[in-house]
């Protein structure tokens, strides 16, 4: 199938998987299994209801270990952790000397995360700070030191966080931003939500943001991630 391209003279071909429920257990099988730990943190996460979705998918936890490792990842920050899987996954990709830096400003999602940070032990390599993001964010050195970020939490700050993370990220750092495709509503025309078009500006601005190169991928709710020049 092919249809009218976006970009001038390119003509675009659909080439994509529609993954059924079936493929769905079938990629399960074939990434990384969660050991004890995160499984238990996946069931007592799926327990606190609708919210329970808000975690990362298998797969993405596996793309940020992998990605810490690829990286050599010694400073992480994490803005948006939630009850801890994908801190999880992106400290035990760390460098033997790495530390994670987490922002959530929720203290019941918190307290859940650092218990399993203590049963994984990596309490000592993650710093887990309860406050609004932004004001975390704003008291890091300015110095380019951040090897690798991740954005998952409201999504209205989204354009704030990244503006606050990419100055201290070091060339060649990266940023994973997470929700991007907004379960469709980003090519919704009636959606005029606030998180809706947060999302919509973020990503056309990363398109033609020349401090950057970047690739936007169709994992679970879609990623971008962004690699600083």
Known sequence: MRWASPVAGYPLQAKFTVVSPELYAYLLAHNPAPDAVLGDLAEETAALGSVGSWQVALEQGALLTMLARLLGARRAVEVGTFTGYSAIAIARGLAADGRLLCCEAN??????????????????????????????????????????????????????????????????????????????????????????????????????????DTVTLSVADGITIVRKR
């Open 107 to 212: 203290a019941e999602w918190a307290a859940i995360a650092q218990r399993y940070f203590v049963r994984a032990g990596l309490e000592g390599r993650i710093t887990l700070r309860i406050a609004p993001a932004n004001e975390t964010l704003r008291a890091l050195p300015a110095t380019p030191e951040i090897d690798l970020a991740f954005i998952d939490a409201d999504k209205k700050n989204y354009g704030v966080y990244y503006e606050e993370l990419l100055p201290r990220l070091r060339p060649n750092g990266i940023i994973v931003i997470d929700n991007v495709l907004w379960k469709g509503r980003v090519i919704d025309p009636a959606d005029r939500h606030t998180s809706t078009k947060a999302i919509r500006e973020l990503n056309d601005r990363l398109v033609r943001d020349g401090r950057v």
